[in-house]
Every structure is written in C-alpha cells, then in structure tokens.
T-cell receptor, first 112, second 111 residues
C-alpha cells in the first residue's frame, strides 16, 4: 500500500458525459501527479500540482482539467468524454518537488 | 528530459539474478536515474534511484556507469512475483520532476 488513495476504482459512463476522479496523496505530500494509461499509449503524464499550484503539464487534453485543494487532495475532471478516453488513470504523490513519487492503484474509466 | 532505451523483453530463471540494462546517453548532470515496475495494471511501484553512485536497497541494486550514460538494475534473486514491466526513467527539474515513462522492459521470470 503506497498510501495514495484514488476513488472511484471503477467507473462506467457514456460518451459526452463528465466525470471527476479523486486522489488523496500520502499524508503530508505536497506534490500530486496525474497519469493516463491506455493500451495504445502507455503511461502518459498529464499534469503536476505542487501545494495547490500547477507546476507542469504533459499530454493533457483541453477537455480535462485538474486542481489541488488546500487540504492537498486533488481532482481530475474529464468532460465531453469520448470512447478513446477509456483508460486507467493514476494519481501519484511525493513529499517534495524532487522527492520519490508513489502511485495509487488507479481509477478504471470505461466510456461506452 | 533525456530519453532512455531498454530492451523490450527479457527472461530470467527463478532464483537467478535479473540484470536489466538501460541506456541514457543524453542524461544531464542534474538528472537522476529512477526505476519503477508495473505488475499487470497495478500502480507503478518505485524500486530505486541514483545520481552517479551505485545504490542498493532491499529490492534491488542500481549500477550506474562512470560516464552516467547507462545503468543496470539488478534483482539479485528473481522470483515469479518479479514478473513485471520495468521502467528506467531519467528525471530532473526540466520536466517539473515528472516521470516520463517509455515502453520499459517486460521481464518474465520462469520456474
């Protein structure tokens, strides 16, 4: 158990809908990272937040957004969902900017 | 960030050492070498990391060449539970310290 908690574990939704994935980082960790893993793309970095501020963006679509709240939990919002958004979404956290990153067990999203 | 090159797959007999190579010839002086593994769609698991010295922990050893252009992850006594995809990643401040995963090496440990 890495200490990173993600909810929900599984989610099925229809095209065009909007979902929110939630992440609780390890206790005290200030950095939160989001990743997407699909069969054809591998593990793709989406976005990084540090202490509530966006630090870096990867291959995140404009339909996706994220935020980190004052209590340090983070949410990834996915809107106008398409079939191709079906993937495993991982959250990860670290104590500091360069600290070791630990991953949660992921949220499985299926868009039908 | 520096790119890494790993063999797509490797086999190892149970109980033997598994030596997983990684090339990172464009690594910068402020970039670390990290190793993670992923077992069948579970969350990636941190293994070990290093800057220029060899490192060892309870899971593995990391050997980094003197010129830092390549490294080897060593699992000293591989077990069936070590079957996974292993990722070698160069990490530094230029990417905001994010981990950029490549395709990794699929390690199969056989009885």
């Amino acid at each position: 158990d890495s200490g990173v908690t993600q909810t929900p574990k599984h989610l099925i939704t229809a095209t065009g809908q909007r979902v929110t994935l939630r992440c609780s980082p390890r206790s005290g960790d200030l950095s939160v990272y989001w990743y997407q893993q699909s069969l054809d793309q591998g593990l793709q970095f989406l976005i990084h937040y540090y202490n509530g501020e966006e630090r870096a963006k990867g291959n995140i679509l404009e339909r996706f957004s994220a935020q980190q709240f004052p209590d340090l939990h983070s949410e990834l919002n996915l809107s106008s969902l398409e079939l191709g958004d079906s993937a495993l979404y991982f959250c990860a956290s670290s104590g500091s900017l360069g600290g070791t990153i630990y991953f949660g067990e992921g949220s499985w999203l299926t868009v039908v | 960030d520096a790119k890494t090159t790993q063999p797509p797959s490797m086999d190892c007999a149970e109980g033997r050492a598994a030596n997983l190579p990684c090339n990172h010839s464009t690594i910068s002086g402020n970039e670390y070498v990290y190793w993670y593994r992923q077992i069948h769609s579970q969350g990636p698991q941190y293994i070990i990391h290093g800057l220029k010295n060899n490192e060892t922990n309870e899971m593995a050893s990391l050997i980094i060449t003197e010129d830092r252009k390549s490294s080897t992850l060593i699992l000293p006594h591989a077990t069936l539970r070590d079957t996974a995809v292993y990722y070698c990643i160069v990490r530094g401040p230029n990417s905001g310290y994010a981990l950029n995963f490549g395709k990794g090496t699929s390690l199969l440990v056989t009885p």
